[in-house]
């Protein structure tokens, strides 16, 4: 049973792209087959895996226009286990383009239908927006994990987010929240400990017991296009990054 | 001559809101009568603000679909000096809404219009993207100021914010970039001096020299929808939006 996950938050910069990439890369180091989805037009997860889009490349910018073209690609590797999905700059526009399409919510959906067999994980990494690539993503997927910043306002963001995610129930009745990841967590700020209690308050099981802390690690190796295990394996990134794979791995047999 | 600055990045996170409130406070502060726009469905602006929007006021929402409104309305003043056009989480879908109307990049700047003689500064925070709203941005102001996070992915979405604007510069050819601030500089971590270094390097006198430092005072002014300097006013992030504030008001007379 292929676990589709959507990384969705509305909210900017808190960490969807760099989860994707690092917990796509941990449960990949377990042996599980993954696949990573870059769904924003600003193609970040593509930069960060240091992957170049050649010429003839299907990104999913094409498949959005040509769903039926995925039964006949293989997504590109990018590490031992983890394949991709890359996209490019032209995606900004595909959102008009798409908008007056039937069905437009899931056409990610049809896109992933083939591919399922092949892989034990995909994560999808979708823009800062209630939009219709991440309309696509919570359509596409059977649970959405919400990473959400231990900063004043996420919490406002997030029952707006779970509104979103009861609409799109309705046309995807397999979608279920995974969970919620607290990240960006500085442990000498009381603002990021009062934050995060306020969101294991309000939101209690669903919120992971791993953290990911603020480590400079983590953004370096964006710089470099490396995961952080490979670019430093014993940082306290790479370690939340494992123990999250640890549990998200439970949660699925629970 | 009013200035009507667009505050604009589709990368998210990068201070967007913070730097249209505590910017728009630091000019207030030096007797400038400014005026903020809430152009984000997550309202964020609105919240940090204190603001609660009720029942028949005027939000750039109802503004969006009927223009005319704002000659006979009174932004809601909010601080000293600072007024506010708040937005709702209705906001969401004027996007789509919008989207099939004729001049729809134009719309804020005939809302702004009849508003310009009012104020000396009017400040306007648009969402993480390159959509509809971020337009109506940049084709309502005559400068856009661009908050670049000391992070690796900044310099990569830049370019593309550039073709955005040079394309919007042909619909509005007095939109000018007024410049380029370095946020959430982190002034013990290698990484950001790297790339704050590499941004001058791209981007020369464009960029201001103050820069804005992390801070956590700042992040607690915003739960507590408080300026920095009602919060901390002698705080780093204080000063740094006052230094701000003194540039930015120098480059609009040189
Ligand atoms: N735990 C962390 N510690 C330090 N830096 C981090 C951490 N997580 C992410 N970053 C950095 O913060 C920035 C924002 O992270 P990221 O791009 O993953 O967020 P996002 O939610 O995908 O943003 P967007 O909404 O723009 O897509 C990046 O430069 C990234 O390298
Ligand atoms: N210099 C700083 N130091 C510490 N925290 C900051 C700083 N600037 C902003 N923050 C915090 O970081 C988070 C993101 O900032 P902000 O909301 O201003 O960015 P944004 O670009 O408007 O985001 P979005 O793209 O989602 O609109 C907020 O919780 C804010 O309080
Ligand atoms: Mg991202
Ligand atoms: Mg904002």
Redesign the interface.
Same mark, same amino acid.
């Given at each position: 049973m292929t676990r589709i996950i959507a990384l969705a938050n509305?909210?900017?910069?808190?960490g969807k792209t760099t989860t994707t990439l690092n917990l796509g890369a941990a449960l990949a180091e377990r042996g599980r087959r993954v696949l990573l989805v870059d769904l924003d037009?600003?193609s *970040?997860l593509t930069?960060?895996t240091g992957h170049t889009v050649q010429e003839g490349d299907l990104t999913t910018y094409h498949l959005l226009h040509h769903p039926e073209r995925s039964s006949s690609m293989t997504p590109k590797q990018v590490r031992d286990n983890v394949s991709l999905i890359p996209t490019t &700059?032209d995606m !900004?526009t595909a959102?008009?383009e798409l +908008?007056g399409k039937i069905g437009r919510e899931m056409i990610l959906r049809k896109i992933l239908h083939p591919l399922r067999t092949r892989y034990d994980y995909i994560l999808i990494d979708p823009?800062? +927006? &209630?939009?219709l690539f991440t309309l696509n993503a919570l359509g596409a997927a059977n649970e959405v994990i919400i990473p959400l910043?231990s900063?004043?306002?996420a919490l406002?963001?997030l029952g707006?987010l779970q509104l979103t995610i009861a609409l799109m129930q309705e046309v995807n009745p397999s979608l279920q929240i995974g969970g919620i990841i607290v990240t960006l967590v *500085?442990r000498r700020?009381n603002?990021d400990s009062e934050?995060e209690a306020a969101i294991r308050q309000r939101a209690g099981n669903l919120v992971f017991e791993t953290v990911i802390p603020v480590n400079?690690r983590l !953004?370096?190796a +964006? !710089?470099r296009a490396l995961t952080i295990f490979e670019h430093d394996s014993h940082s306290i990134g790479a370690l939340a990054y494992r123990d999250l794979a640890g549990e998200v791995i439970q949660r699925g047999t629970a």
């Open positions: 509305q909210k900017g910069g808190v037009p600003q *970040n930069t960060c &700059l !900004a959102e008009v +908008s823009p800062p +927006s &209630l939009g910043q900063h004043p306002l406002k963001g707006q *500085n700020q603002l934050v400079v !953004a370096e +964006s !710089a």
